[in-house]
């Protein structure tokens, strides 16, 4: 039987990954990060072992001595708690951090994925294990963005793509067509928050991949502690890139959506202007 190595960091992805994966077939071994990681996710694997998020050699050895050779990481891991001193690295992540040119995300994560190559492991694709949760393109909402929030789309679209290609990160908020904030370590959530404070509500939040999005790590997710977010900052729109983001429990986050008359659109490129 196949075995598939899982990463698991922080949110419901992990969890959806695991359930896709054995769906086919796979044997999953969870490696789960501590404190990140649900513990839920005991559940829904074949094996799993609790880790400290810092032991990258512990992390690889026991995936390694489980007979795996494709690995998945899915959820998030914090760059704060790097400068929170929440960790405490072993010798292997010690020497990662200090071979980096900077520490960026995709400088730390295509170091991860260097290091579980030369043990003889294959990072695959996030999208592998989460096709179905893909975003769809068009309002998915029962109604859509005024023409005034369209134009903030458009132009926080643009913003986000830049940050994206810095790699700063994902998501904007936007009213009237200003930036009220850039996500940068603090992630999404935070981000809406304290742009939501700044526009005093009906802000827009756009949230789309990188432009040479690697789809092994950090690809867009939005679900509903995004929603609750935006609920907390009085945000009118979600705008999030279709088919190279992840939309977790759409059936509940759509359902609130409509609730709390906020709207949700997915889109690619300016074909939904």
């Known amino acids: ?57 512990e992390i690889i050895d026991y ?10 990481m899915a959820g998030k891991v914090s760059k704060e708690l790097l400068y929170k001193s929440k960790i405490s690295p072993d010798l292997r992540a010690i020497k990662l951090l200090f071979s980096l040119k900077d520490r960026s995300d995709d400088s730390i994560m295509l170091a991860i994925a260097k290091e579980l190559k030369k043990e003889g492991m294959t990072l695959l694709n996030t999208t592998d294990f989460s096709a179905r949760l893909l975003t769809p393109e068009g309002v998915l909402t029962d109604s859509g963005p005024s023409e005034e929030e369209w134009k903030d789309i458009a132009f926080g ?8 290609r810095l790699d700063i990160g994902q998501t904007v908020v936007i009213r009237n067509q200003a930036v009220m904030a850039i996500e940068a370590i603090e ?22 991949s990188k432009p040479r999005q690697d789809m092994r790590f950090d690809v867009p997710v939005v679900g509903l502690n995004t929603l609750r977010s935006m609920l907390e900052a009085n945000a009118r729109v979600l705008a999030v890139e279709s088919e190279k983001s992840i939309l977790l ?12 008359g906020i709207a949700v659109v997915g889109f690619r490129d300016n074909s939904a202007m």
């Open 157 to 164: 679209w643009v913003i986000a793509k830049e940050m994206g």
């Open 63 to 72: 995936l390694k001595k489980s007979g795996v050779n494709e690995v998945v």
């Open 249 to 260: 429990n759409r059936e509940s986050l759509l359902r609130e959506a409509n609730e709390a």
């Open 1 to 57: 039987m196949k075995k598939l190595g899982l990463i698991a960091g922080m949110g419901e992805l992990p969890i959806a990954i695991a359930v896709d994966a054995r769906s086919k077939g796979y044997t999953v071994i969870a490696a789960g990060l501590e404190p990140l990681a649900d513990k839920a996710l005991g559940s829904c694997v074949d094996e799993i072992r609790w880790i400290n998020v810092g032991k990258l050699g």
């Open 187 to 208: 992630g999404t959530d935070e981000a809406i928050k304290r742009g939501g404070k700044l526009a005093g509500g009906g802000a827009v939040v756009v949230k789309v």
